[in-house]
């Protein structure tokens, strides 16, 4: 697969915005899916939001309306714009692909690890 690399992590204040970029993202099939999900040192995984094949975005409760998913098909990059930014959005930040959905929709998907999902390296994301 290919590898994908996120960028974009920062130090910022409340309230502030950052932009998200992953290079190297593509849709492989029809009944798959791209997004980013984040980890706090000590918490579990969590899923942030997702994009398919047609454009259709998902959301975690926890982000909904702050935070938007875009995708650009002919830079094979995957964007995330984060607004209003808050201290319990510090984690750090994976962009993840996952080949194929089975039968999760995409915000579930990101949210465990599934067969063939892959991830990059990740960029940290720091909110005070």
């Known amino acids: 697969h290919v590898q994908l690399v996120e960028s974009g992590g920062d130090s910022v204040q409340a309230g502030q915005s950052l932009m998200l970029s992953c290079e190297g993202s593509?849709?492989?099939?029809?009944?798959?899916?791209m997004g980013w999900f984040r980890q706090a040192p000590g918490k579990e995984r969590e899923a942030v939001a997702a994009i398919e094949g047609d454009g259709s975005t998902a959301y975690a409760d926890s982000v909904e309306g702050r935070f938007t998913i875009s995708q650009d098909n002919a830079k094979n990059t995957l964007y995330l714009q984060m607004n209003s930014l808050e201290p319990e959005d510090t984690a750090m930040y994976y962009c993840?692909?996952?080949?194929?959905?089975?039968?999760?929709?995409?915000?579930?998907?990101?949210?465990?690890?599934?067969?063939?999902?892959?991830w990059g390296q990740g960029t940290q994301v720091t909110v005070s």
């Open positions: 593509r849709f492989t099939t029809d009944d798959s899916a």
């Open positions: 993840a692909a996952v080949p194929d959905l089975g039968h999760l929709t995409p915000i579930e998907a990101l949210g465990v690890i599934t067969p063939g999902q892959y």
